[in-house]
């Protein structure tokens, strides 16, 4: 078999400032087979005992340094989630993926990203670019080898190996402090989305009505409803793409107005209470909620960009937006106060400082 070797150097990032980024370069990592790239290693035990504090995060290359993992790391929360684009592999045509390849043996070795891995228990979902290709979905030909490599790099193959896609699902704490978390595909079984006419800073897609079109096969819809049935009292929902958001036109569930209420739906017949929606995907991160989707108020925390900040401050505006957005690099928090019944949705900067945050009461989460 024929050995790739990637030499990459990492690239600097400086991030949450009011100053142009700047380049920093790290030293060369040494060079590493990507025909099969290392995985990330063994990690942190999963907790066996309450959440109370859960972070969040998305949207990092490997040829930067990532400091804000470090920043996580140091912070101690019982659970990190990476909620997609952990790695930035996109083809550029080559269906054995050696891209893909190279961005997880890069991520590897990274020396931020094992910083957190061998400190902090965490989880995973996928984006297009660990899916492997820009906005794709299920038409992706390489898409069975993309979640091949997803599954050997996190370690989920003996969970998610037999389903079309790499959904999972996970119950954490004891009987009264439940956590479920369930992390979404929002990739392997979408079908194309409709292109506008004419694209703008606003995204490039419209919202279809079509029946045909589809955000999750129906396996996943099948499992869906059965892991909302399953006991907990928080249930975090997990989406690469945004949820709730609607003052964009790039991906998000509003693309797909029949899948989006198929999934409050689900929710909704499930008898689900304790839902709160994260996502990632947008380089910008902020709070939402809206009322009439569930049975009791929505809420959705966007996290993004990890160290993938495009620019300083978005005046992009949903109808169910709390506050502004925040554009530069930044994680998440859910931090769950189960004596006092509430919870905290916080967005966190570079040094870990909430710079967005919004208190719910376990009753308005139908608890």
């Not at 690469?240 to 003052?247: P, R």
């Not at 991160?285 to 929505?298: F, I, K, N, V």
């Not at 959705?300 to 505006?317: G, I, K, M, Q, V």
């Amino acid at each position: 078999m024929r050995v790739l070797i990637v030499t990459l150097a990492f690239l600097g990032l400086a991030a949450c400032s009011s100053q142009p980024a700047t380049e920093a370069r790290a030293p060369a990592p040494p060079a590493i087979d990507i025909v099969a790239p290392p995985g990330a290693g063994a990690g942190v035990a999963l907790p066996s005992g309450a959440l109370t504090t859960i972070m969040f995060g998305s949207c990092h290359t490997a040829e930067r340094p990532i400091p804000i993992l470090r920043t996580i790391a140091q912070a101690r929360p019982d659970l990190f989630v990476y909620l997609g684009d952990n790695v930035y592999g996109d083809t550029h045509g080559d269906m054995s993926l050696p891209e893909l390849r190279a961005q997880y043996a890069l991520l590897a070795a990274h020396p931020d990203f094992q910083a957190l891995r061998t400190s902090v228990p965490m989880i995973a979902t996928w984006d297009d670019h660990d899916f492997g290709l820009n906005d794709a979905g299920g038409e992706f030909e390489a898409k069975a080898l993309a979640k091949t490599l997803f599954e050997e790099f996190w370690g989920t193959g003996a969970r998610t190996g037999s389903r079309d896609g790499v959904y999972d699902s996970y119950v954490f704490g004891p009987e009264g402090r439940r956590v479920q978390i369930i992390l979404l595909d929002t990739r392997y079984g979408r079908t194309p989305l409709t292109r506008l006419p004419q694209p703008s800073d606003r995204g490039r897609y419209a919202r279809s009505t079509d029946p045909a079109q589809r955000m999750l096969s129906e396996a996943q819809w099948a499992w869906l409803a059965e892991e909302l049935r399953r006991p907990a009292e928080i249930r975090i929902i997990a989406s690469s793409i945004q949820v709730l958001a609607d003052g964009h036109d790039w991906e998000a569930w509003e693309t797909l107005p029949l899948e989006q209420a198929r999934l409050y739906e689900t929710i909704r017949t499930s008898g689900a209470r304790g839902v709160v929606f994260v996502s990632g995907d947008r380089h910008v991160a902020g709070l939402y909620a809206e009322d009439g989707r569930l049975s009791h108020r929505a809420y959705e925390l966007t996290a993004s960009s990890l160290n993938l900040s495009f620019r300083e401050t978005s005046d992009e505006r949903s109808s169910n937006q709390l506050g502004d957005l925040y554009a530069p690099v930044n994680f998440g928090t859910m931090r769950i106060d189960w004596a006092g019944r509430r919870l905290t949705l916080e967005v966190n900067d570079l040094e870990g400082r909430a710079v967005r945050e919004q208190a719910i009461a376990f009753a308005d989460l139908g608890l």
